[in-house]
């Protein structure tokens, strides 16, 4: 028989802008969005790293993370 002890994901994330707007207003409302990602993980109790924020040559925002993978502990896939 085994058992998960520790479990992590790694997950870069894409956040979309919308092409249809001005590209300042899509860059910002996709920033917005990440940022709203971040504090649903935080409202939820999902323990993450953040590794990377950045965004692409359009302005297409980006993330890295490392986060908890259901309610399985995370060991020391965090520090």
Do not use: W
């Amino acid at each position: 028989m085994k058992r998960i002890q520790f479990a992590c994901l790694s997950q870069t994330i894409r956040f979309e802008r919308n092409e249809k707007l001005e590209r300042e207003e899509g860059v910002a409302l996709a920033l917005e969005e990440r940022e709203r990602y971040l504090k649903r993980l935080d409202q939820i109790g999902t323990v993450y790293h953040v590794d990377r924020k950045e965004q692409l040559e359009d302005g297409t925002p980006i993330l890295v993370i490392r986060r908890q993978y259901n309610s399985y502990p995370v060991g020391s896939y965090l520090d």
